[in-house]
């Protein structure tokens, strides 16, 4: 008796240590296919910031896949499944054998498959390592799969895998794409027979098909708002887009459909003119946030390139990058006062670069807020060229102009000439309501969506890229001076396009022949962006001038703001003083025309004006050309400045022109300043010829190397130019 005691004891000790060794195989050897199963993608709900569904994003083979955590699955939904697909789900530890028997039996019966013996947790193992291949031996293999995810996962686990990756046909997989896509429904919002519906149609989808089982079963096209914006959100670097099941951002669906009525309307309008297409970027002024996002005016117009996404596309933005020349120009010594020669200029050496004003006209002097509110060009582009091309692309990084890092554009930067985007402008332009500061523009929202206004500036994702890349005062100035309809009107009139009923600011642009017109808007509270051109790079046909996307963005801000709205900030170290509105200077007497402009203070007393006397206006020598082009009242004080060469400039290149006659190869030579009423003109040491005021003389070239000497009194100037 104890013989056979020993011996039972033997047996089951070893049964135990045999069940232990097969249980610890089941738990812990590899399985790498569970593991990437449970890291596969998701399809995303992407949200706005109300709470409305812009996409449930594709995957890459256009399956649906949505997750839902089982807790928020329906407790009739979980019920159908298991009534349906395995009713000892809780019973057994992945096969069930009396099932198993069951259908045996049956299918012998009948002589033909009639019923399966799959288990909830065998269907699992089977999504997780599929073959298509049902050999005895793929199906010995689920089985052991089955018993391993029984030992590795809770009942709970295995019920949430399942439900959440089931296929049902018709790119949907899990029951919350699939109560979307046969019955519209959120999957809190389905019946109990719609439930029981989906639960038959698993087992063969292409038999079962619900559009034919189910009276209230039809056909669901998926929300598809924002395309261009949510293709964003998914490249980003560590994108949310596949990994999580919901994202809410900071967009709104009001604003976004807003924008895309008015950029549909303005391109229907101005069809004709192959103004075929344009984008819109708005955003929160004081986070950052992206509130709207329109690529095309129709992403499924292929003839236009609609899926090209116009935000992102870099494009000429002509003069509304101004802005951000003249904000640097003030913190390298120049005032809102400061006077700025719009004059014939010339700039470079061998590449001559010559700008011209947009009416192809002179203003001469012009003060600094004049020149920028106006959008002036001549006086831009001599700023950089005080300034320094360099300096100038340093600030622009700081600002996030990142386009512009492989770009070589010489001072044709000054007017927009690089290629940038919409994005990167707007998100630049935004820094000047905002005292200054530079935030990265961000679209998923962490927090709770009231309004991302009150947020604390400390909480902004990327907070560690944000930096103080203008001076509080020098932002403000540049929102003072934009706003200023006054100074505005020498280059745009008192337009109606730039009136709003609260204070705000717009910088518009034109690309050369109008391929590219740009407006930039803001307000305290909002910045908008609109670029409107063509993608094939033609030209526009017709005058469709800038006032088209600046009506754009007047009509947004004003739909966002209403009646209402706060001011600018003003400069907290200037004050207001009356200057002389032609020379900058502290008006005196004569002056016949004067206006306030912003000064810093503390500092001594600003020179008083002297262009002004009782016998009249005097201008500075510089402007001697300018001011013989017509016909005009006063006088140059030309002997106020010391003698020099204004055109050309030294080492200057030209080219010898064969179809012209030898003796009409004459260039012209221009002098300002001196001592005396006459000067005298050298070519290669040699007199040529005596010339009084203004210092004018038409000097022949042949090829070679040449100097050009002008004297004036006891003042000698000269310079070297190449003939080729």
């Known amino acids: 008796m104890k013989k056979h005691l020993r011996l039972a004891l033997k047996i089951l000790s070893a049964l135990f240590i045999l069940s232990a060794v097969f249980l610890l195989i089941l738990r812990f050897s590899?399985?790498?296919?569970?593991?990437?199963?449970?890291?596969?993608?998701?399809?995303?709900?992407?949200?706005?910031?109300?709470?409305?569904?812009?996409?449930?994003?594709?995957?890459?083979?256009?399956?649906?896949?949505?997750?839902?955590?089982?807790?928020?699955?329906?407790?009739?939904?979980?019920?159908?499944?298991?009534?349906?697909?395995?009713?000892?789900?809780?019973?057994?530890?992945?096969?069930?054998?009396?099932?198993?028997?069951?259908?045996?039996?049956?299918?012998?019966?009948?002589?033909?498959?009639?019923?399966?013996?799959?288990?909830?947790?065998?269907?699992?193992?089977?999504?997780?390592?599929?073959?298509?291949?049902?050999?005895?031996?793929?199906?010995?293999?689920?089985?052991f799969d089955a018993l391993r995810l029984e030992a590795r996962l809770s009942k709970k686990e295995i019920l949430e895998a399942y439900l959440n990756n089931v296929p049902f046909g018709f790119n949907a997989e899990g029951v919350a794409s699939a109560a979307r896509t046969f019955f519209s429904k959120n999957l809190s919002e389905l019946t109990e027979d719609e439930a029981r519906c989906l639960s038959?149609?698993?087992?063969?989808?292409?038999?079962?098909?619900?559009?034919?089982?189910?009276?209230?079963?039809?056909?669901?096209?998926?929300?598809?708002?924002?395309?261009?914006?949510?293709?964003?959100?998914?490249?980003?670097?560590?994108?949310?887009?596949?990994?999580?099941?919901?994202?809410?951002?900071?967009?709104?669906?009001?604003?976004?459909?807003?924008?895309?009525?008015?950029?549909?309307?303005?391109?229907?309008?101005?069809?004709?003119?192959?103004?075929?297409?344009?984008?819109?970027?708005?955003?929160?002024?004081?986070?950052?946030?992206?509130?709207?996002?329109?690529?095309?005016?129709?992403?499924?117009?292929?003839?236009?390139?609609?899926?090209?996404?116009?935000?992102?596309?870099?494009?000429?933005?002509?003069?509304?990058?101004?802005?951000?020349?003249?904000?640097?120009?003030?913190?390298?010594?120049?005032?809102?006062?400061?006077?700025l020669p719009d004059i014939p200029m010339e700039f470079g050496f061998e590449n001559l670069y010559v700008p011209q004003n947009f009416n192809n006209r002179f203003n001469g002097p012009v003060r600094f807020r004049v020149a920028l509110a106006s959008s002036l060009n001549i006086p831009a582009v001599w700023l950089l060229n005080e300034i320094g091309i360099e300096k100038y692309q340093k600030r622009l990084n700081s600002l996030g102009f990142n386009s512009l890092k492989e770009q070589d554009t010489g001072?044709?930067?000054?007017?927009?000439?690089?290629?940038?985007?919409?994005?990167?402008?707007?998100?630049?332009?935004?820094?000047?309501?905002?005292?200054?500061?530079?935030?990265?523009?961000?679209?998923?929202?962490?927090?709770?969506?009231?309004?991302?206004?009150?947020?604390?500036?400390?909480?902004?994702?990327?907070?560690?890229?944000?930096?103080?890349?203008?001076?509080?005062?020098?932002?403000?100035?540049?929102?003072?001076?934009?706003?200023?309809?006054?100074?505005?009107?020498?280059?745009?009139?008192?337009?109606?396009?730039?009136?709003?009923?609260?204070?705000?600011?717009?910088?518009?642009?034109?690309?050369?022949?109008?391929?590219?017109?740009?407006?930039?808007?803001?307000?305290?509270r909002y910045t908008v962006g609109v670029w409107m051109g063509n993608f094939s790079g033609e030209t526009v046909i017709g005058k469709t001038g800038s006032s088209i996307p600046a009506k754009i963005a007047r009509d947004i801000l004003v739909m966002l703001q209403g009646n209402k709205g706060e001011d600018f900030k003003k400069p907290a170290q200037f004050k207001k003083v009356r200057i002389c509105s032609l020379s900058g200077k502290e008006a005196c007497e004569n002056c016949p025309d004067t206006v306030k402009e912003y000064v810093p203070i503390g500092e001594k007393s600003q020179e008083q004006c002297d262009w002004h006397t009782k016998n009249g206006t005097s201008y500075p020598a510089e402007y001697a050309t300018w001011f013989h082009l017509k016909n005009r009242s006063g006088i140059v004080d030309d002997k106020g400045s010391p003698l020099k060469i204004i055109s050309p400039r030294n080492g200057s290149t030209f080219y010898y022109d064969q179809s012209i006659r030898k003796d009409q190869q004459k260039l012209v030579v221009e002098a300002s300043g001196g001592s005396e009423e006459t000067a005298r003109f050298f070519v290669n040491g040699r007199f040529f010829c005596e010339s009084r005021r203004p210092f004018i003389a038409q000097v022949p070239i042949e090829r070679g190397e040449h100097q050009i000497q002008v004297q004036c009194g006891e003042e000698s100037t000269e310079i070297v130019i190449l003939v080729k």
């Open 411 to 524: 001072l044709s930067l000054a007017l927009g000439g690089a290629e940038v985007s919409i994005f990167e402008m707007t998100q630049a332009f935004s820094v000047f309501a905002r005292d200054g500061r530079f935030i990265p523009l961000w679209a998923i929202d962490d927090f709770d969506s009231d309004s991302t206004s009150t947020k604390d500036k400390s909480q902004f994702p990327d907070s560690e890229k944000s930096a103080q890349v203008f001076d509080t005062n020098t932002a403000r100035l540049i929102c003072d001076i934009l706003s200023d309809k006054d100074a505005r009107a020498l280059g745009f009139g008192y337009n109606q396009t730039f009136q709003t009923p609260f204070p705000s600011m717009f910088k518009t642009g034109t690309a050369n022949q109008y391929q590219n017109i740009t407006a930039l808007g803001a307000s305290p």
């Open 30 to 143: 590899p399985y790498p296919s569970l593991r990437e199963f449970r890291k596969h993608p998701v399809s995303t709900r992407i949200f706005d910031c109300r709470g409305n569904l812009i996409q449930i994003h594709a995957l890459e083979n256009g399956v649906r896949r949505e997750f839902v955590p089982l807790d928020e699955i329906p407790v009739f939904v979980v019920q159908a499944f298991i009534e349906g697909e395995d009713r000892h789900f809780y019973s057994h530890h992945g096969i069930d054998f009396a099932a198993i028997v069951r259908a045996a039996f049956q299918n012998t019966k009948e002589l033909r498959t009639v019923s399966g013996a799959s288990t909830i947790t065998m269907q699992l193992a089977r999504m997780i390592r599929p073959n298509k291949n049902r050999t005895i031996l793929v199906k010995i293999r689920e089985a």
């Open 200 to 339: 038959v149609s698993v087992r063969r989808p292409a038999l079962y098909n619900p559009f034919e089982v189910s009276e209230t079963a039809r056909a669901f096209s998926y929300p598809f708002e924002m395309p261009h914006f949510v293709r964003y959100l998914s490249n980003l670097p560590d994108s949310p887009i596949g990994r999580l099941p919901e994202v809410q951002t900071t967009a709104d669906l009001s604003i976004q459909h807003h924008a895309e009525d008015l950029l549909s309307s303005a391109v229907a309008q101005y069809g004709e003119n192959r103004l075929s297409n344009g984008a819109i970027l708005v955003l929160d002024t004081q986070t950052g946030a992206i509130l709207a996002w329109v690529g095309s005016s129709n992403f499924f117009d292929d003839e236009h390139k609609g899926q090209v996404d116009g935000v992102l596309s870099c494009q000429q933005p002509g003069s509304s990058m101004k802005p951000f020349l003249y904000a640097l120009a003030l913190e390298n010594g120049f005032l809102p006062a400061s006077v």
